[in-house]
């Protein structure tokens, strides 16, 4: 058990030193002290007291974690689809076809953003529109 202590001990002090402490919650923090105390008492041989604490502080941050995890999971609403005019000037701009496959949309961006680049001495503005067509078209083949 004084493994253990020590083991959390180091991520006491690695919350503390990595700033992620700060981001914690008041309930965080209480878990931690309980996690800590527990740690310390079943190491000191009072294994009766100090692994309750340390049992319900690991269940605290599972449950935290799970939590967390449900959060990032919730998926964000779908963007609304394109007009069928986005999609034409889209077209337009990289000079493609109505049925031009990924490949041949990629190929029709490459060769555009070849020549109008800003490294190239074309306009950060144009090189974002061919990007955001280029961006538009495939997004655009997914969905069908």
Do not use: Y
């Amino acid at each position: 058990m004084g493994v253990l202590a020590l083991l959390i001990a180091a991520l006491a002090i690695w919350l503390i030193w990595s700033g992620k402490l700060q981001r914690m919650t008041a309930k965080d923090g209480m878990a931690l002290g309980a996690a800590l105390v527990g740690a310390v008492l079943a190491a000191k041989g009072k294994p009766v007291i100090g692994a309750p604490l340390l049992i319900s502080a690991a269940l605290f941050f599972a449950q935290q974690g799970q939590a967390r995890a449900r959060r990032r999971r919730r998926a964000m609403p779908p963007a609304p689809a394109p007009d069928q005019g986005e999609i034409a000037r889209a077209r337009a701009l990289l000079g493609l076809a109505p049925d031009a496959d990924a490949a041949a949309i990629r190929a029709a961006h490459r060769r555009l953003i070849a020549s109008v680049h800003p490294d190239k001495g074309g306009t950060e503005a144009l090189a974002a529109q061919i990007n955001a067509a280029r961006d538009l078209l495939l997004q655009e083949r997914k969905r069908r």
